[in-house]
């Protein structure tokens, strides 16, 4: 008990250990707001010192309010799922709007997709709205119907700013050229950022640094790799950010790391040395706790199931010598021929306990051997005859004997193979009615015993028996039976089975050899 008491309070001060350092870590791996100043400032110093790349002015790009749903988060389709689906769908009918003079622009659009129109208006492209109600611009729309001029590369050159800013990595490379280019290089992610207005973005290769003027959106673009130089004098570096991994400072898709050689590093290194040490000392804790409780247990199951296996099976033979001596008593002034066989039976029931005695005491001593009961296994030639043997006391009670129809040899533990048969020969007379049938079968290696008897069971599952654990109004013994053959199965690597209509408990074995 004294190392039990001692394994409790070393494991109580480890967790509140284990706690602040844990407590303390989550604090150091996550930027303060001055750090992420200092950061910003590196940015405005980088800045200031290095030349940008090239510049970038959405404003001219995309010059007035018209433009604006280009800039817009939009469900822009594949070109392969834009030409199955939407060029697919069938042509409706000409509607009676659409046979006046004035048509809007889906109507107009819808026409020339399905050749109604060969031709398009002047400055159809140009006039809003821009965005078709599928989600795609008219010109990505025109680009994907194939037809001259919209298919060519230079229709689309001059007019890469009527496409939505989405669909510009769906055209062709040569068809790009400038801003629209690099644009079309950025990933979801970065245009995301571009066109929330970000101050910094970082992308693959390159910074972004919007210049906040009043009315223009300008980016001046620098190599990440000047940026990634000039920080090596910091404390700080950037890496790929990975959902859902702990990030010091996030921003975009990448993560601001401090480097190694700082205080603060070096100390949150040593709290996870200390933090593992503290995870391994209380695991093996666990384990001794575990290993300790569940050999106490395992010492307690084993002495119950012995002293089980005692009171069940000393029943019978006290009972059966009491019945004896009573019959003895009553005839002991006649002394008929008949008494000397009840004095063998006596003789038998007496040898039956001296054997049952001798396999129980050694189940009551602790051991270190992981079986509830020790298992004897023997080669028999004939489990026909065996199980005839067996039951050859119960042939008067009205027990049937149904022998397997091909015999053969099977390892078998003879002694507790016999305390289940006779177990479940003795409840079927008890709970059921007659006639009981024991009936044997082979299967390849496997044998099957099967009691059946005629009787009614409540029950619709084995489990549902044993946890329950009581006997029947008419019954004498303790209720133990079914549990001990339960067990008893389980140790030679075998399986009771019950089932209804009629009761039926049936033992599995497999032969070992």
Known sequence: MRMYVLLIIAAILLSFSTAYYAINLQQKTIASTIEIGDIQKYKKQFEANALPLLEIDLSSMYPSRRFVQLL????????ENTTKTYFSRPCILESKKMSKLSFDKSETWEDFRCNRLTRLPPK???????????????????????????????????????????????????SLEGNFRVLSKLKKN?????????????????FFVRDHQEFNVTYKIYSK???????????????????????????????????AGSLA??????????????????????????????????????????????????????????LQVEQINKQSDLLPVGILEE???????VYRLKRLAEKSTSYLQTTDDKSLIAINLQNTLSVNALVRDMIDDFILKGVVFVPARIDQSFMLDIYWFSICVKNLIENALLHGKTPVRVEMTFLDDTLLLDVIDHGYSAYKTLDEMLSLDRTGKNSTGLGLGLSIVEKIMKEMDGKLIYSSHPTTFSLFLRNKK
């Open 72 to 79: 817009q988060p939009s469900n822009v389709f594949s070109r």
């Open 124 to 174: 159809f492209f140009d006039n809003p709205p821009l965005i078709h109600e599928s989600g795609v611009s008219y010109a990505y729309l025109a680009f994907l119907s194939g037809r001259d001029p919209f298919w060519t590369i230079e229709w689309v050159r001059s007019n890469l700013n009527l496409f939505h800013i989405y669909e510009l990595q769906e055209l062709p490379d040569k």
């Open 190 to 206: 970065d245009l995301e950022a571009l066109l929330k207005g970000n101050s910094y973005i970082i992308t693959d290769d390159s």
């Open 225 to 259: 790799a000047d940026l990634e130089n000039f920080f090596k004098t910091k404390l700080y570096f950037i890496k790929p950010y990975q959902e859902g991994e702990q990030c010091y400072y996030h921003e975009g898709r990448f993560c601001w790391e401090k480097s």
């Open 265 to 322: 590093q070096i100390f949150r290194q040593s709290s996870i040395i200390i933090f593992s040490g503290s995870i391994i000392v209380l695991f093996l804790i666990a384990v001794i706790l575990f290993r300790k409780i569940k050999l106490q247990k395992f010492e307690e199951e084993k002495k119950k199931h012995a002293l089980r296996v005692l009171t069940h099976e000393l029943r019978t033979p006290i009972s059966n010598l009491l």
């Open 343 to 349: 004095f063998l039976k006596m003789e038998g029931e």
